[in-house]
Each structure stands twice: as C-alpha cells, then as structure tokens.
C-alpha cells in the first residue's frame, strides 16, 4: 500500500526522493504517527513536503488516495463536496419572511456541540439527494440549518458560498494550503513569499563589486607583499524600482489584492529607493501618489520620467485591458503637460528610457481570454510591448529574474 501512495504522490506533481521516502518508513517503524490516521497525515507533511508549496498538493493526494480519511492542520475531517451540491448552494434563495434573524434558530440547533455537528454534516452530505432551502435540518441556503451558507445559525459549518456573519465554526471543504501553491494567484497569505522573492534577486550580485580592503591587506601580507586583490558585494542595496500600479475600472475586482502587495513591499526596506504611483486603465500626462486618484495627488508623468533615472528597474500591474482610445487618443491641443502624447506614446516612453520593464497582469487566463473573445486589442499591444507575467507566485519570480537579468539596448528617452 505505501509504495503505491509513493508513486501516486509523485504523479501528484509532489518530488518525493527516495530518500525521503525511507524517512518516511522509518518514522512510521519508530511509532512517531501515534498509531493514527492523522498522525500519518502530519508525518508526511513534516517529512514529504519540501516546503509550504507543496502542501496542496499533499492535502489532494493524501484526500484521493485514502478517500474519507485526511485532515486540516487543525486536524478537523475535510469532507468533498459534490459538484452537485455546489450547484445547488452557488446561489442563495431570497428569504423567508419568517425567518429574520438568529433568534429563529431552535436551542437544540443553537446548542449542538462540535462534534455532534461534524457527525450530522457527514451524514447528511451522505445521504441528501435533492437541493433544500431555508429550512432546519438540511445542507442548504437562508435557513436554521447548521450546514449550509447565507444562513443565521450562530453554531453552524459554512458549505460554499461566501460569509456573511464571520460565525461558522469552520468552512467545508476548505482547502487550506491552496494559497500556497506557486501557480495560483497571489493572495495575503503569500505576501510573505513574494517578500521573500524580491529580497532574494533585489540582493543578486549585478553591480560592480566592491574592493575588500580587509581581506586584500590580509592576503597580500600572507603572500609576502605580492598583491592579491579581493572583492565583495556592495553593502548597501542599490536596487531601485519604479512601480506602477492600474487603478479602477476593471482592475476593481483585483484592487485589494494590489494594494495590500504594494503597501507591505512600501514597507520593506529590500529597495535603495521604492517609487509607488497609480494610473487608471493607461498611464498618460499625469500619474498619482493616491489610489484615489485625485488631482491633489497629480504628479507630471514627464517629472517622475526625468527624476528616476534608467537605473531604475519599473514594474506595471494591471490587466491591460481597456478601450482602444486609451491607447491611441491624442489630445486635441498640445500643451507643455500632455506632450501630444496618447496612451501608447508614455508606454513607449517608458520602454525607451528604462531597460528593464516587466508588467504583472492579476487576471488568470480564463478571464484574459474573455476579454480578448470581446475584440480587445489593448491586451495584445502592452503584451508585445512589456514582458508580461502573471501576478502569481511563480510569475513574479520569472519577472524579478527578468528584471534583474541583462535587458536590451536602451534608446534616448522620447522626453
């Protein structure tokens, strides 16, 4: 039985060695599982897993393989939902007028305890074979119901659906670790990950070393005064990073995403200097210090070219979908703020005076494909014009990668 659980988490997409795996064995031998189903669940995340990452993958491959048996990491039973279920709980039922407020909940729903609850969920979930609604006892939406979702039982498990009260003892089917995954969009619990990508390429040796005093006095002395030379890595960060982030619009389902991102990395100190401005659909004369956009907040977009210098490394975010008029519409009148430029010719602007670019699109693929099904060309502009990578964990390494790589010849900036 174990070495075919080796092989399926191996097709999992988990790098299970073979050394790990004998770990595995022995652990198992010495008792270390406590003789229990959890037990064995937590040894293989201690001992399989390589780092959090691959803990989804664990939690999916543990969950087929063994069926009912596996855990949260807090040890509660994951039950699968059924497609089936999720299609009769994806939209909740208008109220019943006799049913207000968690005062319509009976003692005996109210007082269940969890693990009475736990019990009656698996059973349900076992044996209901029809949509129910507003009601007492059934998986189900707007009722008294300890199971389901958009209900008011204050002692209940959420199955689908989204919180409304901030009550449930806990969610069903809840996949703990999937937020982890490095191809999945990023979500607050990676933010600590993407810090940690930043400061590792922010720290890449691509500037000029500098001359070890210490260790080149040392060395020559050692050598009889015949002069050996040692270098060292800058000691202060010289990284510096312009970022440029789309506000408003169709970036609103994405915009608390972002702005948490951005505000924690404004935090950090990974930067020599960390430039944050915020522009809506396509940067043009202007950009703004605010998400708000206000015109309090208005910077020149000529200003910021001029102050950050080609050293600097800029990344956009946004989903580069817009109407075409943001891209092509020239002014009517040109004046010393707006250039004559359209939106294209600041994009340009950008691309010829900086020689590392990147732009981070929050949009999955899925939904980038509907845009474009809509005869949006925008996408495939500011595609062909930026290296573009998705704002996902793995996407945002291969962009850092890409800035701090050898870019191309840079042109005299436009301005």
């Known amino acids: 039985m174990f070495l075919e659980f080796f092989y399926y988490l191996r097709n999992c997409g988990m790098q299970v060695s073979t050394q790990k795996w004998l770990d595995l064995l022995q652990a198992l031998k010495l008792g270390l599982h406590g003789s229990t189903m959890k037990g064995f669940y937590f040894l293989c995340r201690c001992i399989l897993c390589k780092s959090e990452e691959e803990y989804d993958l664990l939690d999916e491959g543990f969950a087929r393989f063994f069926q009912d048996a596996y855990f949260y990491a807090d040890g509660d039973v994951r039950e699968e939902i059924s497609e089936q279920m999720k299609e009769w709980l994806e939209h909740p039922i208008v109220l019943s007028e006799n049913i207000k407020s968690d005062e319509d909940v009976p003692d005996l729903l109210r007082n269940f305890d969890q693990e009475e609850i736990e019990k009656r969920l698996k059973e349900q979930l076992e044996q209901q074979k029809e949509e129910h609604n507003a009601g007492y006892r059934y998986v189900g939406t707007a009722g008294v119901s300890p199971f389901g979702n958009a209900g008011f039982n204050p002692n209940g498990i959420r199955v689908e659906g989204r919180s409304e009260e901030q009550r449930a003892i806990r969610v069903a089917g809840r996949r703990s670790f999937r937020d982890f995954r ?6 607050i619990r990676q933010y600590q990950m993407a810090f940690r990508i930043l400061r590792k390429y922010s720290t890449d040796n691509l500037y000029e070393k500098e001359l070890d005093i210490d260790e080149t006095i040392r060395d020559t002395c050692n050598r009889g005064g015949l002069l050996q030379i040692h270098e060292q890595r800058p000691r202060k960060n010289k990284i510096q990073v312009l970022f440029l982030m789309d506000c408003g619009g169709t970036m609103s389902p994405y915009q608390q995403l972002c702005s948490r991102l951005f505000q924690a990395v ?8 960390l430039d944050i401005y915020y522009f809506h659909n396509c940067p043009h004369e202007v950009l703004y210090t605010s998400p708000t956009l206000e015109d309090e907040y208005e910077v020149l977009t000529e200003e910021v070219l001029k102050r950050c210098s080609p050293q ?3 990344i956009f975010v946004g989903d580069a979908y817009m109407e075409m008029g ?3 519409y020239h002014p ?7 250039k004559g430029y359209c939106g294209l010719d600041w994009l340009k602007a950008f691309k010829e005076r900086y020689r590392n670019v990147v732009w981070l699109n929050p949009m999955t693929d899925q939904e980038s494909n509907v845009f474009i099904g809509d005869g949006s060309a925008s996408y495939d502009i500011i595609r062909n014009l930026f290296p573009m990578y998705p704002l996902t964990a793995s996407g945002l390494e291969k962009a850092m990668k890409h800035l701090m790589g050898a870019g191309r010849s840079r042109n005299e900036s436009i301005l």
């Open 326 to 328: 943001e891209l092509n």
């Open 182 to 187: 490095k191809d999945h969009v990023l979500s």
């Open 312 to 314: 600097y490394k800029v």
């Open 266 to 273: 404004s935090k950090s100190n990974h930067f020599k200097n």
């Open 332 to 338: 009517l009148f040109v004046t010393e703020k707006n």
